[in-house]
């Protein structure tokens, strides 16, 4: 009996307990199990100036002026916003994670003495500052102080990479100034060809070495990689001999346009595994880049060009013409309805099945190349269609019309306002042969 009622008292206790464990964890946190403040009432967007002197030795100063933050220690260049951005947001919200000496006296032991990092900010009229020494032994924190009070406490270990940054870190990193939306032209130059493409509309159209559809995304592709692929590393500032980085000759120029307004780009050759140099034509300065930004703009013509043949999708066509053996058929999608008739050679209703098969032929059929008349030795056949198909849609306000035919055993298909033809699949052209016989 004695053991049972020991073993109920305890089942009590642990009852209690756990109630009180429950209860505790409901309760909402209070002031007091709050972290405090290292810079209390320090608003991150009023803060006007920033120093940070880094591990390295570095010393930065950057100031806002208007929204912006410019350089102005060492040199005057603009500033990187969204470092800076995330140096005042840290030290708005900067919090002691626990207090390890009250009265130090002895900072060296604690990496303050003197500090590895300093960042000193004006707030509100008045330069504060923010030490960093060393971190803990176990690396989670970093022991930290501020000039006017004689403690040391510790802040979170990972804010040190905010903190400390170099004054290549806090300048501004952009290799060419462009405004995006507003390019509507671009000329890559390379050893081999020369390229140059126009916006017509919200469209990209290649210019030369030929005149045909751009592909969109290739094209603003490159313009967002100039846009924000940023600087490695700054090289030489005022460079003298270009040729000691193959920017006398380079291997890739790039050009993009606004109107009367231009930038461009140069490439040199290469600065070490995964960078080349790399220079802003308006500026002195060699600086580095990702080489991939130089494999981005050695690409083929072919990569810039659009290969689908048709732009058309079976969901916003509305009519389609198809000429084949000296007889046209014309089909239309009736209107609100998702049903087809047949309007020519005869009017009748059409199998809607077998119309949106041939469309979802003619919109899967694409260029697999695009080769030169030197290239087609046998000519084409397109002098003599095997079928030739046209489509409108968008509500009747766009048209294409595409030409197919077989020369051996390749085939080709050549859009009306194309200059040159298109390899595709003989598979492809089946397919849309296929389609039409379904429809007789």
Known sequence: ?????????????????????????????TDENKNEKVFAGIASDKIERVTVKSASGDQTTVEKQGAEWQMTQPAAVAADGAELSGITSNLASLEVQRVVDEQATDLKQYGLDPARIEVTFKFGGKDQKLLLGQKTPTGSDVYAKVPDKPRVFLVASYLESTFNKSTFDLRDKTILKIDREKVDRVEIETADRT???AKQ?????????????ADFGAVEGIVGRLNTTPMKAITAAEATDLKEYGLDKPAATVRVMSGSAQAGLAIGKSAGEGVVYAKDLSRPMVFTVESALFDELKKPTDDFRVKDLFDARSFNTTRVEVARGGQTMVFEKETGKDTWKQVAPSAKAADTAKVEALLKA???ARATS????????????????EVTIGVAFEDGKKHEKVAFARKGTEAYALRDGDAAAAKIDTTALDEIIKAIDALK
């Open 362 to 364: 003619l919109s899967s």
């Open 370 to 385: 695009f080769p030169d008349k030197d290239q087609i030795k046998g000519g084409t056949g397109l002098e003599a269609p």
């Open 1 to 29: 009996m004695k053991g049972i009622r020991s073993f109920l008292v305890l089942l009590a206790v642990l009852a209690a307990l756990t109630g009180y464990l429950y209860y505790d964890s409901k309760r909402e946190p």
């Open 195 to 197: 390229l140059k493409i």
């Open 201 to 213: 509309g919200t469209d990209w159209r290649l210019t030369s070495p030929v005149d045909a559809r």
